[in-house]
Every structure is written in C-alpha cells, then in structure tokens.
C-alpha cells in the first residue's frame, strides 16, 4: 500500500532554513507527480509546491516562490522540501502527497502523508 | 486566484440522515473539483475527484456533484466515522496552482 513519510520538521528561528524530506513506498515513486501541501494550526490546507514526476517541471505557490525549492531523487524514492527565509507564517504541519495522475499529475493530492510540523519563531 | 467558499462553516446532522454540503468558486472551473475529508490529527483523504467520481475505497454514500460554480458533496446516512472536516478543492488552472476552500466541520447534532 501507499505510504509516505515526512521527517524533517522542527523550530526553526525567523530567517532560517530547514530540508523536509518525504520517503515514498508501495508504488512507483518515479512514475507519479508529487506535492507538498500545508495547514497552519487551526486552519486550513494551502498548497505549497509540485514537481513533475522526473524533476523537469516544478510550481509553487506565490506565497513560497523563490524561498522554497522542492526537489526528488527518483534513485531514493525520496521528495524534499528546501525552505529558506522562513516566516512566522510559514509555521505549520508539511504534508506530502501523491498525485493521482502518473506523469505529469492533474493537480490532485490523492495519498498523504501523516505530516511533519515546522514552528517558525525565535 | 479562484477562490472556493465554503458553506455552511460547521453542519451539525444526527447519524443516520443526510447532509448536504456546499462549495463555490469565484470563477468557473468546470469538473475540475475534489473532496477531502480530515478527521482531528490525520491526514485528508480524498473522496471525490472530478467533481462526481469516487476514489478507490470510497463509499456509496459519498456523492459529489455540480460544475462550473457550484458544487455539493452529499454524505447519505451519516455513520459515526463521517464527522469530521470536509474540503473542496480546485485544480481547473492546473499546474498552476490549486486552491481549497476554508472548510466545513460536520458534527453529531
């Protein structure tokens, strides 16, 4: 079955970096398209960024343009998130997701992960 | 951005009957809308992709329906597992960005 865990969160003061990375299992990791989706505590769900299934294509919420970068290593069944110039409102739990549609994906998030929580404060 | 709004914030429905849930977006963004369901300290699941179409191992009584504007998720018989918070979500400008809506609480009446 599907399973995908994030690891990487933490508290991380104003200005600072993190890696989140998110490790993949029970399907074909480099045929699909994957998502990294937030929700900020007590509130809803905003997506982040999504990359292609072989790396060539990535997109990002304006939000997160150009301070994040969303990567993967297809060879490690593996998709990070490199978040730089945090915010206090970048404080939220990280999910990674699938997407439903192999190759290029159709924008939507069908398997989830449990979910890794970055606090953004000093 | 396409916004989605979502109404009404929080359902309260006994088990066993229906609840109807509604969602809007600000423009058109023909079928191409999903339903997540997110239960306290997990991750959603997805329910209803194509605006009507079930996901695998989604129940019957899961229904979506609607286009362009306007989009209802019906739950038929609510089971004690159904409370919890349901979203809708766009991806019409795909890839673009996708955008959800706030969100509604069903809870037990």
């Known amino acids: 079955q599907v399973q995908l865990v994030e690891s990487g969160g933490g508290v991380v003061q104003p200005g600072g970096s993190l890696r989140l990375s998110c490790a993949a299992s029970g399907f074909t990791f480099s045929s699909y398209g994957m998502h990294w989706v937030r929700q900020a505590p007590g509130k809803g769900l905003e997506w982040v960024a999504f990359?292609?299934?072989?790396?060539?294509?990535?997109y990002y919420a304006d939000s997160v343009k150009g301070r994040f970068t969303i990567s993967r290593d297809n060879s490690k069944n593996t998709l990070y998130l490199q978040m730089n110039s945090l915010r206090a409102e970048d404080t939220a739990v990280y999910y990674c997701?699938?997407?439903?549609?192999?190759?290029?994906?159709?924008?939507?998030?069908?398997?989830w992960g449990q979910g890794t929580l970055v606090t953004v404060s000093s | 951005e396409i916004v989605m709004t979502q109404s009404p914030a929080t359902l309260s429905v006994s088990p066993g009957e229906r609840a109807t849930l509604s969602c809007r977006a600000s423009q058109s963004v023909s079928s191409n809308l999903a339903w997540y369901q997110q239960k306290p300290g997990q991750a959603p699941r997805l329910l209803i992709y194509g605006a009507s179409t079930r996901a695998t191992g989604i129940p019957a009584r899961f229904s979506g329906s609607g286009s362009g504007t306007e989009f209802t998720l019906t739950i038929s018989s609510l089971q004690s597992e159904d409370f919890a918070v349901y979203y809708c979500q766009q991806y019409n400008n795909w890839p673009l960005a996708i955008t959800f809506g706030q969100g509604t609480r069903l809870e037990i009446k």
């Open positions: 997701a699938k997407d439903l549609r192999h190759s290029y994906g159709d924008g939507i998030p069908d398997y």
């Open positions: 990359i292609r299934y072989d790396g060539s294509n990535k």
